[in-house]
């Protein structure tokens, strides 16, 4: 993930801002990661160039994802380690 991307989303899955609770909710999955589909997710975001939230919301809002699939199981196996919810993954999105 790029780091302008990685920042944007960081700051919007935080909340705090008026973007919806999916935008929201979205920004935190993107950043975890985890779930089949997400390097795609990130790569087809990054190809978009998106500077803002707004930006973002609406990108995320239209198209398809794979985070669209994943809204009820998820226990984050680390592709990587076979660790659940591995550190490295959740914090550089890079298993260590
Ligand atoms: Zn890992």
Known sequence: MTKELRELLQVVAEGNNDLWNETIEVSQKLLKGGYYGHDADIENLEEREIKTGFE?????????????????????????????????????????
Request: charge should be neutral; proline fraction near 2%.
């Open 56 to 96: 973002l919301e609406r990108v995320l809002s239209q198209g398809k994802w794979y985070w669209q699939k994943e809204e009820v199981q998820n226990i984050d196996y680390c592709p990587g380690c076979n660790i659940a919810y591995c550190r490295g993954r959740y914090t550089t999105g890079q298993c260590e």
